[in-house]
T-cell receptor, first 112, second 115 residues
Framework: RKEVEQDPGPFNVPEGATVAFNCTYS??????FFWYRQDCRKEPKLLMS???SGNEDGRFTAQLNRASQYISLLIRDSKLSDSATYLC?????????????FGKGTHLIIQP | NAGVMQNPRHLVRRRGQEARLRCSPM?????VYWYRQLPEEGLKFMVY????????ESGMPKERFSAEFPKEGPSILRIQQVVRGDSAAYFC?????????????FGEGSRLTVL
């Protein structure tokens, strides 16, 4: 049973456009969520935390919808450098390594 | 740059050999995590260690795999008698003692290829 699911994509988006993708989770006990970014053949890097009240950091906005059990990531005015795989991470008690569960990632390609 | 250091970055082994992957956490971090990532797959948790202690090894295969984090020196992930299916990227992450669950700092990974 998958705890965190993401559309693998790829999402092909023209530069300057707004793009959004979701991540659904099955464990309602999940306590917190994060978005990580992973460039090709590189390590994952923390992008931002996700709170019920939402979280905005520059062009990036993350939202949590507990009723529907999904989180979202919105990228405005996309840049070529935004091309990467975005990993959704759920944290829940009782799981391994502090309960982190990684999604398989959504592949985003920003086209010039 | 005192980030998480992993070595070797690339390792090639023949079937049946041993692979040893090393990880030095960020300065001041006392928690180490090992993850495996297969091509087109997500990160899979393997083991969580503190100095001289294995806290959670629920993601480790029962055979051939072991991990340690000694009092001195780096954490080591050891794979004995490697098979082709062990080919993957192995990422180490660390976090401080007063950690925020979910906030991990990853090394650049060690890519193991088994011939």
């Amino acid at each position: 049973r998958k705890e965190v699911e993401q559309d693998p994509g790829p999402f092909n988006v023209p530069e300057g456009a707004t793009v959004a993708f979701n991540c659904t989770y099955s464990n309602s006990a999940s306590q917190s969520f994060f978005w990580y970014r992973q460039d090709c053949r590189k390590e994952p890097k923390l992008l931002m935390s996700v709170y019920s009240s939402g979280n905005e950091d520059g062009r990036f906005t993350a939202q949590l919808n507990r009723a529907s059990q999904y989180i979202s990531l919105l990228i405005r005015d996309s840049k070529l450098s935004d091309s990467a795989t975005y990993l959704c991470v759920g944290v829940y008690s009782g799981g391994g390594a502090d309960g982190l569960t990684f999604g398989k990632g959504t592949h985003l390609i920003i086209q010039p | 740059n005192a980030g998480v250091m992993q070595n070797p970055r690339h390792l090639v082994r023949r079937r049946g050999q041993e692979a040893r992957l090393r990880c030095s956490p960020m300065k001041g971090h006392s928690h180490v995590y090992w993850y495996r990532q297969l091509p087109e797959e997500g990160l899979k948790f393997m083991v969580y260690l503190q100095k001289e202690n294995i806290i959670d090894e629920s993601g480790m295969p029962k055979e051939r795999f072991s991990a340690e984090f000694p009092k001195e020196g780096p954490s080591i992930l050891r794979i004995q008698q490697v098979v082709r299916g062990d080919s993957a990227a192995y990422f180490c992450a660390s976090s401080p003692l007063e950690r925020i669950p979910g906030e991990l700092f990853f090394g650049e990974g060690s890519r193991l290829t088994v011939l």
